[in-house]
């Protein structure tokens, strides 16, 4: 006769219950938990990604254009689009020539406040996150450097990733996107929080926003292609718009995780005698 007849078999299934339990009780009161309640990540990625297909989208691609490079060459590059997928983004985005011409007068207005208007909105997504009181309008100057960052940082990116590429493939690319991913979030942070905040409290979201970033364009590369492909076929041209919204659905999430995480972590490390966990979980307050 084997086991114990005194022994209730349920045992071991009701204290694995519990123990999920508690951890599930630990991380809905951890500090991170009630920062993205608070913060509403998904909502306001909802949000932000429309900022940056409304806004920022046709920025960039009226920029290359007047530059005489296609947004979609780069677009392909970046995260690998290959075949059917690549030939669907350059049906979608249009030509140099054909954006470059169509720019005159009072397009020049919109295309200027559509470029401030997404830096803007990232603005307040980082007053939000780092609890900065916003200044309104009176933010413009701050948003009008972002800005010009981002443009010199599109230019490097399309210019160096080739290069980089050729030299040592895939792995060179992500860690080059690491480093200057974090480089670039942390002076935005410190442009658009207008310095109120010092180098070394927006590092921790800094290097997290890069490595939460690297991590979706490594699921993106490798996921970007097929979807695209579907939605072309399923829906023609728009169809490409729907892929690429998802992406910048991820993008805003993404941003938002990042500058919290970092938060976390450094009120945590204020705490002596406390244990940060990498799984997060352990992020109490």
């Given at each position: 006769?084997?086991?114990?007849?005194?022994?209730d078999?349920?045992?071991p299934?009701?204290?694995?219950?519990?123990?999920?339990?508690?951890?599930?009780?630990?991380?809905?009161?951890?500090?991170?938990?009630?920062?993205?309640?608070?913060?509403?990540?998904?909502?306001?990625?909802?949000?932000?990604?429309?900022?940056?297909?409304?806004?920022f989208?046709?920025?960039?691609?009226?920029?290359?254009?007047?530059?005489?490079?296609a947004?979609?060459?780069?677009?392909?590059?970046?995260?690998?689009?290959?075949?059917?997928?690549?030939?669907?983004?350059?049906?979608?985005?249009?030509?140099p020539?054909?954006?470059?011409?169509?720019?005159?007068?009072?397009?020049?207005?919109?295309?200027?406040?559509?470029?401030?208007?997404?830096a803007?909105?990232?603005?307040?997504?980082?007053?939000?996150?780092?609890?900065?009181?916003?200044?309104?309008?009176?933010?413009?100057?701050?948003r009008?450097?972002?800005?010009?960052?981002?443009?010199?940082?599109?230019?490097?990116?399309?210019?160096?990733?080739?290069?980089?590429?050729?030299?040592?493939?895939?792995?060179?690319?992500?860690?080059?996107?690491?480093?200057?991913?974090?480089?670039?979030?942390w002076?935005?942070?410190?442009?658009?929080?207008?310095?109120?905040?010092?180098?070394?409290?927006?590092?921790?979201?800094?290097?997290?926003?890069?490595?939460?970033?690297?991590?979706?364009?490594?699921?993106f590369?490798?996921?970007?292609?097929?979807?695209?492909?579907s939605?072309?076929?399923?829906?023609?041209?728009?169809?490409?718009?729907?892929?690429?919204?998802?992406?910048?659905?991820?993008?805003?999430?993404?941003?938002?995780?990042g500058?919290?995480?970092?938060?976390?972590?450094?009120?945590?490390?204020?705490?002596?005698?406390?244990?940060?966990?990498?799984?997060?979980?352990?992020?109490?307050?």
């Amino acid at each position: 006769m084997s086991g114990d007849p005194g022994r209730d078999p349920e045992q071991p299934r009701h204290a694995l219950f519990v123990r999920a339990r508690t951890r599930i009780d630990k991380w809905q009161n951890s500090a991170l938990a009630r920062r993205l309640q608070a913060a509403d990540v998904i909502n306001r990625g909802l949000l932000f990604s429309a900022v940056l297909l409304l806004c920022f989208v046709p920025f960039l691609i009226v920029l290359q254009a007047l530059a005489g490079r296609a947004q979609a060459s780069g677009f392909i590059r970046r995260f690998g689009l290959t075949g059917q997928a690549a030939h669907a983004v350059r049906q979608a985005l249009t030509s140099p020539s054909q954006t470059s011409g169509a720019i005159d007068g009072v397009s020049w207005v919109f295309f200027i406040v559509g470029g401030i208007a997404a830096a803007a909105a990232l603005q307040e997504l980082y007053e939000r996150a780092f609890e900065v009181k916003g200044r309104a309008f009176r933010n413009t100057p701050q948003r009008v450097a972002w800005l010009a960052l981002a443009v010199g940082a599109s230019f490097l990116t399309a210019l160096v990733q080739p290069w980089l590429d050729r030299v040592g493939g895939t792995g060179l690319v992500d860690a080059a996107s690491l480093i200057g991913g974090t480089a670039f979030w942390w002076a935005s942070m410190w442009i658009l929080l207008g310095g109120k905040l010092s180098w070394g409290e927006l590092f921790p979201s800094a290097l997290a926003t890069g490595v939460c970033f690297l991590g979706m364009e490594i699921v993106f590369r490798l996921t970007l292609s097929s979807a695209i492909v579907s939605d072309y076929k399923k829906y023609g041209s728009i169809g490409v718009v729907f892929s690429v919204m998802s992406l910048l659905i991820a993008i805003g999430v993404v941003i938002t995780l990042g500058a919290l995480l970092g938060v976390v972590w450094r009120e945590r490390k204020k705490q002596p005698g406390r244990l940060v966990w990498c799984a997060g979980y352990d992020l109490a307050a």
